[in-house]
């Protein structure tokens, strides 16, 4: 006997037998192709989060149409219904371990907000700290100099570090250097492979893994370029792709791959880079950086005067100490 569509539970509120337990309750109503589903199902409970509803009926022998019923049987509208309930299913039992993964190791769910920030403030001085320590100056020095006297300079980053690539580019091409950066990889392959030997590439990867960023890279070494990997592991394929390498180090019981102090090592390092190249090019970098802030000096609010002050906050419907209160 199915369960219509009408009288299915609602798939966002997932029972608390659990979805398997909910198939076991379930299978003595079905017929003999649903078993095969169920039992499938209960051996594999996470496979309806890795198949699609073709590839489910596939692995169970099936059709598409069984898999439907099955789920309509088991409480769920549909197949995409019950790969939700699947994933929160995951979720709730997985949540300490996902939270150790995602999140990291070195402080929990129900630290107080001083011990959170005192482990992030270590994880963040030890990340620069290391960084700093393994950083190869010498190569920082020559890539500068290549970079003041390059043609063009391209960047590439996808994701979070296309942040990190749009900053590097914007500050050098305040200061007079050809740079843009890519974070679509389409229009990145284009410009890489318009590189030659008077131009650098930079691909920015935390995880070094980045499969645009390494086509990107890749096709500007092709081209001709140099090539220069940005990455917190040595022997990943993206620093495998270039021929100069800057390694960062994260601390590794943070955020993974997406921790702050990530970022935070490679704003270093590319701080670093534009400073040593603003060096390079002193006396037009300063006459650069000049114009630059002048055209867009009327843009900038001057500072607020007492009176203006005043005013915001009689317009504002509390005080400034009762919004304060108010956080408390």
């Not at 300490?96 to 005192?118: H, M, N, Q």
Request: aromatic share 4%; glycine share 6%.
């Amino acid at each position: 006997m199915a369960v219509s569509s009408s009288t299915a539970l609602p798939y966002a509120v997932d029972s608390a037998m659990g979805v398997v337990n909910r198939i076991k309750a379930r299978l003595p109503e079905m017929s003999e192709a649903m078993s095969q589903i169920a039992r499938y199902l209960i051996e594999k409970p996470q496979a309806p989060l890795e198949l699609s509803i073709k590839e489910l009926a596939k692995a169970t022998g099936t059709s598409a149409a069984t898999v439907t019923r099955f789920c309509r049987l088991i409480g769920y509208t549909g197949y995409a219904p019950f790969r939700v309930g699947v994933a929160a299913a995951v979720g709730r039992s997985d949540a300490r371990e996902s939270w150790k993964t995602d999140i990291g190791r070195a402080f929990g769910p129900d630290d107080s907000p001083r011990d959170v920030l005192s482990t992030l403030m270590n994880a963040h001085t030890r990340s620069l700290q290391e960084t700093a320590a393994v950083l190869d100056l010498r190569l920082m020095k020559n890539l500068a100099r290549q970079i003041a006297l390059c043609e063009h300079l391209d960047i590439y980053g996808i994701g979070g570090s296309a942040v990190m690539a749009s900053e590097l580019q914007s500050r050098l091409y305040r200061i007079g250097i050809p740079a843009h950066h890519w974070s679509e990889v389409h229009a990145g392959l284009v410009s890489a492979s318009r590189q030659n030997s008077r131009c650098i590439a930079i691909g920015i990867s935390n995880t070094g893994r980045t499969e645009e960023t390494i086509e990107m890279l890749q096709q500007a070494r092709i081209a001709g370029a140099t090539t220069v990997a940005l990455s917190n592991h040595l022997n990943s394929p993206l620093a495998e792709s270039a021929e100069f390498q800057i390694i960062t180090s994260v601390h590794e019981q943070f955020l993974q791959p997406d921790d702050l102090s990530a970022k935070h090592v490679q704003l270093l390092v590319l701080d670093l880079l534009y400073l040593l190249v603003a060096q390079e090019n002193f006396s037009s970098a300063t006459t650069n950086l000049a114009a630059s802030a002048l055209a867009v000096a009327p843009h900038r609010r001057p500072g607020r005067t007492n009176s203006a002050a005043e005013q915001m906050d009689h317009l504002t419907p509390y005080s400034v100490e009762q919004k304060r209160k108010n956080l408390v």
